[in-house]
């Protein structure tokens, strides 16, 4: 499980985007970005994404979320 802060909840919870791409150290989401262009920042991140919608749910209860 991964902790969120409020403002990184907030942002992917609220947002419009499918995608996000992310990089975790520590347990921590410690860089992230939001988008619809899947191509455009794969390599940026390692390939590490997720489809927003499934992580929008999981937000409502706490946050944490599973990466």
Do not use: P
């Amino acid at each position: 499980m991964i902790r969120l802060k409020f403002t990184q909840a907030l942002k992917i919870f609220r947002s419009d985007k499918d995608f996000i791409f992310y990089k975790v150290e520590g347990g921590k989401l410690v860089d992230f970005k939001l988008t619809n262009d899947i191509s455009k920042h794969r390599d940026s991140f390692s390939n590490q994404f997720k489809i927003v919608s499934d992580l929008q749910g999981k937000i409502k209860n706490n946050l944490r979320i599973e990466l």
